[in-house]
């Protein structure tokens, strides 16, 4: 089956040919056959060279497993996380916080403008808090936020970092080094089928993760920790999306990340020069634009907008998400879409809809 739709949406991304060829390939029993083991230990390897020297698990599930089970295996009742946020995803990380019996301290900023570090340095200043979350790029808003400050007073307070890197991480770079839970999906920048959450774990989480016992089985992330070495996955791994996985890898590191980055810096500015030529604006003001992912302020015509885009020129576009539906179109060029000629394509249809 052909399929010349073009789908240009911040994730999921589009799958390239050897990814899906890959995925076909016999399923054997991660379970029982050693010889899977030596595959997902080859593909924590390779993962390393995204992710840096923490200990690094892929979880059967879409991204925002990873968010839950970070939550759910790092905070016991009475624990204090301070929720950074300026946007979606970073307000959402109170409501798992409140789920696991902790409470959420939340540190907002509006969204179209950065992280508020002074507001943190404040927070950290008058109280004691154990965690703390924040989000990399927030893909509903298209900003990218500069967390290495953020990660600075964090560690001089004693305090265990979350990052949902979910929209950045293998498009733009990513301190790692700084993070103690840093969360990817495959989904994203990776140009992988959704289903698989990744994620890298430090020293410090670890002894936070093994202090308690979590009351779940499928967000605990302490099996994970001794799963290679043991050879017992918690449970029946994703055999399919585990193997599509590290072909995408393969591709990016064949590439190699600089080159990567580069071609989502150049696809991103080019991008938003032809959004300025057709007179559109970034959603984001006075923030970062996100190499992976570009918001244009279109109010009250964002959906009509998009309906146009897949039924006259088969290009699949998104809106914004909440109070911002209407409002933001998004164009996702991150992974295998961050191409000059699907851009060019996309802004081709994108002026003769405006016309």
């Not at 016991?76 to 902790?102: H, K, S």
């Not at 994703?238 to 580069?262: K, S």
Request: hydrophobic share 40%; charged share 25%; proline share 6%.
């Amino acid at each position: 089956m052909t399929d010349d739709r073009l789908r240009m949406t911040p994730g999921p991304t589009e799958v390239p040919a050897a990814v899906r060829e890959r995925m076909s390939e016999p399923t054997p029993n991660p379970d029982v056959e050693p010889e899977f083991f030596a595959f997902y230990r080859d593909l924590l390897e390779k993962l390393e060279a995204i992710y840096g020297d923490d200990d690094i698990a892929t979880l059967g599930g879409e991204g925002i497993l990873g968010l839950e089970a970070a939550i759910a295996s790092l905070v016991e009742p009475g624990d204090r996380v301070l929720c950074i946020a300026n946007g979606l995803y970073g307000e959402g990380f109170a409501d798992f916080v409140e789920m696991a019996g902790g409470e959420a301290v939340v540190c907002d900023a509006p969204w179209r403008e950065p992280l508020d570090l002074e507001a943190v340095e404040d927070h950290l200043a008058a109280d004691s808090f154990d965690i703390a979350t924040m989000v990399h790029c927030e893909t509903p808003t298209g900003v990218l936020n500069d967390i290495e400050p953020v990660l600075e007073l964090l560690d001089d307070h004693d305090v265990i970092s979350v990052v949902d890197a979910v929209s950045s991480l293998g498009g733009t770079p990513v301190p790692t080094d700084r993070i103690d839970v840093c969360l990817g999906a495959s989904q994203k920048c990776f140009s992988a089928p959704p289903g698989l959450t990744v994620c890298s774990i430090s020293d410090r989480a670890w002894d936070k993760i093994e202090s308690f016992e979590t009351p779940s089985l499928y967000t605990d992330l302490e099996p994970w920790r001794n799963a290679v070495d043991e050879e017992w996955f918690p449970y029946t791994h994703l055999v399919a999306n585990l193997y599509g996985f590290d072909t995408a890898i393969d591709l990016l590191l064949e590439e190699g990340l600089e080159a990567v980055f580069e071609r989502h810096e150049t696809v991103a500015a080019h991008c938003r020069d032809r959004a300025a030529d057709l007179g559109l604006s970034l959603y984001p003001d006075g923030a970062q634009p996100s190499p992976t992912v570009t918001a244009l302020e279109l109010p009250g015509r964002a959906e009509a907008i998009q309906s146009a885009m897949a039924d006259d020129h088969d290009i699949v576009l998104a809106t914004g998400l909440g109070d911002l539906a209407d409002d933001v179109l998004r164009i996702g060029h991150m992974g295998h879409n961050a191409r000059l000629d699907r851009v060019d394509r996309t802004m081709d249809a994108l002026a003769a809809v405006l016309e």
